[in-house]
């Protein structure tokens, strides 16, 4: 863990107990090893959503729609979500999630490359939320900011990566350590990293 578990689990404990569907998801991802935000970082993005007044959202790689709930829930009616992975049994969890939650007609589904999917969108977003292999973060850095609205938000999940970056070994470590590298180089964005769980790059458009 990258903070002390005491402070982790000290803040899990400001947390406010989550509804019966995202205790229910929170409970499949943990017995399935299926990987989510988790419920801090989860409130995070949330926040976040609604101090910009996002409304059309881009998340890539979405996994069982943990995130995706979160994030429509904060955009609110009317919103436009869109979810993105390349399983499709990840997919179809995640839809009868979302039609439980009644927000399935906020949500546009997209199972294959996120990146993919994203190309064939159209217009500009206010947030785009980055979880997908870390090897291929770089890739979404080159693509993801010039789909951002100026004063759009694009967040990285998993930018401490376990502290490996600190010793990088893989190709998905040395992906997180070059992301890390140019996203905070970047002209065009407003940088910043959180270390809450393990690790948040919060970049904003600035031109």
Same mark, same amino acid.
């Given at each position: 863990?990258? #903070?002390n578990? +005491?402070l982790?689990?000290?803040?899990?404990?400001l947390?406010?107990p989550?509804d019966?569907? @995202? *205790?229910?998801m929170?409970a499949y991802a943990?017995e399935?090893?299926? =990987?989510?935000i988790?419920? *801090?970082v989860a409130t995070?993005l949330?926040?976040?959503?609604? @101090?910009? $007044? *996002?409304?059309?959202?881009?998340?890539?790689g979405s996994?069982? %729609?943990?995130?995706?709930?979160?994030l429509a829930?904060a955009?609110?009616?009317? *919103?436009?979500?869109?979810?993105?992975? $390349?399983s499709p049994?990840?997919?179809a969890?995640a839809?009868?999630? &979302?039609?439980?939650a %009644? #927000?399935?007609d906020r949500?546009t589904m997209?199972?294959?490359d996120?990146l993919?999917?994203?190309?064939?969108t159209k217009?500009? &977003?206010d947030f785009?939320f980055?979880?997908?292999?870390?090897? %291929?973060?770089?890739a979404?850095?080159?693509a993801?900011?010039?789909r !951002?609205?100026?004063g759009g938000l694009f967040l990285?999940?998993?930018t !401490?990566w376990?502290?490996?970056v !600190?010793? =990088?070994?893989? =190709?998905? +470590?040395? $992906?997180?350590?070059? &992301?890390?590298?140019?996203?905070?180089?970047r002209?065009?964005l407003?940088t &910043?990293m959180?270390p !809450?769980? +393990?690790g948040v790059v919060v970049a904003?458009k600035?031109y």
């Amino acid at each position: 863990m990258i #903070l002390n578990p +005491d402070l982790e689990a000290y803040i899990h404990s400001l947390l406010p107990p989550r509804d019966e569907l @995202l *205790a229910e998801m929170e409970a499949y991802a943990a017995e399935h090893r299926v =990987p989510i935000i988790g419920p *801090a970082v989860a409130t995070m993005l949330a926040t976040l959503v609604r @101090l910009t $007044g *996002a409304r059309r959202i881009f998340e890539l790689g979405s996994a069982i %729609g943990y995130s995706t709930i979160w994030l429509a829930r904060a955009a609110g009616e009317g *919103a436009e979500v869109h979810y993105s992975d $390349g399983s499709p049994e990840n997919a179809a969890r995640a839809l009868s999630y &979302f039609r439980r939650a %009644g #927000l399935a007609d906020r949500i546009t589904m997209h199972t294959g490359d996120a990146l993919t999917a994203l190309a064939t969108t159209k217009d500009e &977003f206010d947030f785009i939320f980055n979880d997908v292999d870390k090897h %291929g973060y770089p890739a979404v850095l080159e693509a993801a900011p010039a789909r !951002l609205r100026v004063g759009g938000l694009f967040l990285t999940d998993n930018t !401490l990566w376990h502290a490996k970056v !600190l010793n =990088p070994q893989t =190709p998905d +470590d040395h $992906g997180v350590v070059e &992301f890390n590298r140019k996203v905070f180089s970047r002209q065009d964005l407003d940088t &910043f990293m959180s270390p !809450l769980r +393990d690790g948040v790059v919060v970049a904003r458009k600035r031109y």
